[in-house]
């Protein structure tokens, strides 16, 4: 029998998730296709969704971690800046770091859990 679990990170500042696991894959398909239109099709999500995480994250952070350009043959981009690449390899650091300090307690745990939420 296999028990999954996961650990999820989040930074709130002010009530609003400044970075947290969806907004961090989001990065990461910018980073990846140079699009936020390209990283939210990639997530299955709007657009428009995917443009208010990137402005959630800009606005928390005193930097911009994502750039915007408009225009060009093919409509412009975007890319995570320097504090946007370092900010996601801190959080990405953070969250290993978080699942394998937990590691033990989870196994732990899970080994308490009913029969009935065992499958």
């Known amino acids: 029998m296999t028990i999954s679990h996961s650990l999820q990170l989040r930074l709130l500042l002010d009530g609003v998730i400044a970075l947290g696991p969806g907004k961090a894959d989001l990065l990461r398909g910018i980073e990846e296709s140079g699009s936020i239109s390209a990283a939210a099709r990639a997530m299955n999500m709007s657009y428009r969704r995917a443009w208010l995480l990137v402005e959630d994250v ?62």
Request: charged share 20%; glycine share 10%.
């Open 58 to 119: 800009n606005r928390c952070f005193r930097l911009p971690l994502v750039e915007t350009s408009t225009g060009g043959a093919r409509g412009g981009g975007a890319r995570l800046t320097e504090n946007g690449r370092a900010v996601l390899a801190r959080y990405t650091a953070m969250e290993a770091a978080a699942h394998d300090a937990v590691q033990a307690d989870m196994a732990y745990l899970s080994s308490l859990l009913a029969p009935a939420l065992q499958r």
